[in-house]
């Protein structure tokens, strides 16, 4: 089993910052890439930021240039630091982490608990 631990959500003014960190645990193999999704009331999931096995990232069009996701895939640890941030972010973030449990597994998805990130004044 792999488990997903997220901090750092809660409540921010427009404007303001905050930073997510996620830590994978358990019966990992390998960690081939790591992420962050969010999902508003009402909206799908969506994907925030992504980081790859080689360090490569990308983000959704909505939060580049204000986000920025770091991590090392080979510790299993993923972090985003959130800046301007707007009503528009509000949101639940998830972390994920695609990885592998054997050296014979496909890669399959694992998903932290959510971390509740609301932005109001």
């Known amino acids: 089993q792999v488990q997903l631990v997220e901090s750092g959500g809660g409540l921010v003014q427009p404007g303001g910052s905050l930073r997510l960190s996620c830590a994978a645990s358990?019966?990992?193999?390998?960690?081939?890439?790591m992420g962050w999704y969010r999902q508003a009331p009402g909206k799908q999931r969506e994907l925030v930021a992504g980081?790859?096995?080689?360090?490569?990232?990308n983000y959704a069009a909505s939060v580049k240039g204000r986000f920025t996701i770091s991590g090392d895939n080979a510790k299993g640890t993923v972090s985003l630091q959130m800046n301007s941030l707007n009503s528009g972010d509000t949101a639940v973030y998830y972390c994920?982490?695609?990885?592998?449990?054997?050296?014979?597994?496909?890669?399959?998805?694992?998903w932290g608990q959510g971390t509740q990130v609301t932005v109001s004044s």
């Open positions: 994920n982490a695609a990885a592998t449990t054997t050296a014979r597994d496909l890669p399959r998805d694992y």
């Open positions: 980081i790859g096995s080689e360090g490569s990232t």
């Open positions: 358990g019966s990992i193999f390998r960690v081939i890439a």
